[in-house]
């Protein structure tokens, strides 16, 4: 709910459990109030004091008054170069050379449902699921308008935010940063946690105390990124599963992004987020309107799990589009880790015959099946089959597995151009380089030149043509390589800071187009794994390949850091070979399959490897997924207990909405000679009720499993358990 008074020049943002509060001052300075657990309104800017504080100076309409200063104030929108020395929202370089922007209200207005963003990602919601609120600023010097756009999901405590930035004077505007959201928060005694690694070890959660000053995570790699993930939070330094006030950002962007948090001089402080500043700068001729992409905030006043749910549901009711919203995914076999390169028609369909008897749904066909590519270094660009390894092309291909029984799944890297191919032959000049730059490859190959229309028209037809031509149910979308040399030939020297973001949008318009033609086509993101796993990509992918690591204990690590922003069941999450190709690792085959159950599950390994013992567990699993499916799509996740390198057990539940039934997964660490009795308290489930546990005759009380625990069994090294709790 949106209260407006306008009178008061004050927008009241009502969740289920927190409230957000905005007022334009006497000045027309658009001030922040308060954003945290619901309170029953009022105007809260008697909140904010007033001192005289020596280089904080006053503007304008200040008149001689030292106590008001930009620099002091809480600030919905911040400018720059007009007296706030914190982090700008902000920057423009305006015709006469100057850099200021400094911002005014002008006016607000709601709207029932969601506003929408045009060309980008952005939750969605009717009348009965969402409000908008705009209010308009503008730097009148500048003659520059800002639009913020606020999106109200109540009954998620979710609220989304963009900007739109137009040039309303008669002489362009250069724009060099426009951030999607910024918040002020009075105190800095905050936590800021990260989500951070690299290839093959994505989203390890971060948490240190706010120091004085400026610390960020960003990409400026062209994707969101391995490295860092596009969700930040802050939270009280107390603050854990259960307890204290804690805030969650997302981007909904899969490119360069910039999350940077100030603590300030006075201990305040200040969360941007957007567009990363490196190399941006957009050029805004009279009348033209940039919109940033959106950013989505959510704020538990009662910890992290609370927090995660919220997002979930918006998510899964709010993102995540069209007809894979609510439908089981099926249970795929990917020929990636079973044979790389290395296979022909024979073995394929051997492969196929062999997961097609053990229930598996899906086939996908990965890497390798197109112009002569039998190793990374060729033929990306062409998008036909090689028929020396499938003579009969993928039409026929698709036949066979279908008449399997099995769903017919493929990969393709759309982005990307191998020199070694016919696409790079005919159109050396569709790779993003500057004319005369040596190369700068990565795994052998370079990245086409999306803000062009003609490629991504060349590239479209290409691929619609292999939908057209097989019966093609499932597409894995991978990008493999990070953006270097971004320069296109397609915009003058000038423009070239908008190649990065122009370049995300023509990904974004390739994917919607693609799945506007194939509306029954599965899309699964990928970026080397993890690489884009971001809320933008979801919306296009609603399900994201969640990293290259297999290994089901790093997994746990892997899959407990995205589960802060992202449902379970986005991960796609495959049980592979041992020893594991990236750790070396030996995992027993039923813990493999309790980790890689709670995502969007598959196999990834030889089948033909597997003894008589280890079959019969792979159609144990598979059963156990189709019953356990519903519940990890549609249920509720507590993390129980985080990863841990001393080898203490990860644990997490799953629960139905009715709290009637629940499923607890269990995965031991290292183990050492003597270890103790453990005891894993469970959440979210009724105190009042009984439940039955699997392989247990007598039922255990709700209550005693939350405050007491459950006492685990003793469990060998990487061994594991799921166990069902049913109501009685
Ligand atoms: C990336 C993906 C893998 C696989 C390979 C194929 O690394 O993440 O799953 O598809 O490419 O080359």
């Known amino acids: 709910m949106i209260i407006q008074d306008n009178e008061k020049r004050l927008f009241t943002l009502q969740t289920r459990s927190t409230t957000y509060q905005i007022k334009a001052d006497q000045n027309g300075v658009l001030l922040h109030t308060y954003y945290g657990p619901k309170l029953s309104g009022g105007d809260l800017s008697r909140l904010i004091r007033f001192a ?18 930009l620099d002091t104030l809480p600030q919905e929108y911040s400018g720059s170069g007009a007296g706030d020395f914190r982090l700008p929202s902000l920057e423009l370089e305006l015709s006469d050379g100057s850099y200021v922007a400094d911002l ?77 959201l910024c918040l002020d928060f009075p105190s800095a005694d905050l936590d800021f946690i990260t989500f951070d690694g690299g290839h093959v070890k994505e989203r390890g959660l971060n948490r240190t105390r706010l120091r004085p000053g400026v610390q960020s995570v960003g990409s400026i790699r062209g994707i969101s990124s391995h490295q860092h993930n596009p969700f930040v ?61 959106e950013a989505a905030l959510l704020c538990s006043p009662s910890g992290f799990g609370e927090m995660s749910r919220q997002f979930h549901r918006a998510i899964r009711a709010h993102l995540l589009r069209d007809v894979w919203q609510d439908r089981r995914k099926p249970i795929l076999v990917n020929s990636w880790e079973a044979f790389y390169f290395d296979y022909d028609h024979d073995r394929l369909l051997r492969f196929a015959r062999e997961a097609a008897a053990l ?11 197109f ?16 028929k020396e390894k499938l003579p009969g092309g993928l039409g026929a291909l698709s036949k066979e597995i279908n008449a399997l ?14 020199e070694d191919s016919c696409l790079y032959q005919a159109h050396p000049d569709w790779v993003l380089n500057p004319a005369g730059r040596p190369y700068t490859r990565g795994r052998c190959q370079l990245v086409l030149d999306y803000t062009r229309e003609e490629v991504r028209e060349y590239i479209f037809q290409a691929l619609q043509k292999l939908l057209d031509n097989a019966n093609i149910s499932y597409l894995k979308w991978d990008m493999n390589r990070a953006l270097t040399q971004v320069w296109s030939v397609a915009l003058p020297s000038g423009r070239q800071g908008e190649v990065y973001h122009r370049y995300v949008l023509g990904v974004y318009a390739l994917l919607e187009r693609v799945r506007q033609a194939n509306p029954h086509t599965l899309i699964e993101g990928c970026s080397g794994g993890g690489g884009r796993f971001d809320m933008g990509m979801l919306y296009y992918t609603p399900q994201i390949w969640c990293s290259d690591n297999t290994d089901a204990i790093d997994r746990l690590s892997i899959q407990y850091g995205t589960s802060f922003a992202y449902p379970p069941a986005t991960m796609g999450a495959h049980v592979s070979a041992v020893p594991n190709e990236q750790t070396g690792r030996s995992v027993p085959l039923e813990t493999r399959g309790t980790v890689a159950l709670s995502g969007t599950f598959g196999y990834e390994m030889d089948l033909g490897t597997l003894s008589e013992e280890e079959k019969t567990l792979v159609v144990r699993q598979i059963q156990a997924y189709k019953e356990s499916y519903e519940l990890i799509q549609t249920g509720d996740y507590y993390r129980l207990t985080p990863p841990s390198p001393d080898g203490a057990p990860t644990a997490w539940l799953h629960v139905s909405s009715d709290r009637r039934s629940a499923l607890l997964s269990v ?13 894993v308290k469970l959440r979210g489930l009724d105190p009042a009720l009984r439940y039955r546990l699997t392989g247990d005759d007598t039922p255990w009380p709700g209550d005693v499993l939350m405050q007491a625990g459950y006492p685990l069994p003793m469990l060998g090294e990487y061994q594991s358990l799921r166990l069902w709790l049913k109501a009685e």
């Open 371 to 386: 112009g002569h590519r039998n190793d990374d270094c060729s033929s990306l660009g062409d998008w036909w089959v090689n």
């Open 52 to 69: 005289d504080r020596g280089f904080s100076p006053n503007p304008n309409e200040a008149g001689n008054d030292r106590t008001y200063s």
């Open 233 to 293: 939070m802050l939270c009280e330094p107390g603050a854990d599963e259960e307890h204290g006030t804690c805030y969650g950002a997302a981007l909904l962007y899969s490119g360069n992004f910039e999350a940077a948090v100030e603590r300030c001089q006075f201990e305040d402080a200040r969360l941007t987020m957007g567009i990363h500043p490196f190399h941006f700068c957009w050029t805004l001729e009279p009348g033209q309107t940039f919109t940033t992409p």
């Open 667 to 679: 995965v031991s660490g290292q183990v050492h000679a003597g270890p103790p009795f453990r005891r």
């Open 359 to 369: 229930g598996m749904e899906l086939f996908v066909l990965d890497d390798g099946w």
């Open 405 to 418: 029984g099995m769903e017919f799944g493929l990969w393709i890297e759309p982005e990307m151009v191998s």
């Open 104 to 180: 005014r209200y002008i006016d607000a207005k709601l709207q029932s449902g969601k506003y929408t963003l045009e060309a980008m990602p952005a939750f969605f919601g009717s009348a009965e699921d969402a409000d908008t609120l705009i209010i308009t600023l503008e730097d009148a010097a500048a003659h520059v308008r800002v639009e913020l756009l606020y999106g109200v999901f109540e009954a998620y405590d979710l609220i989304t935010r963009a900007a739109r930035i137009v040039n309303c004077g008669d002489t362009p505007v250069r724009l060099h940063r426009a951030a999607s």
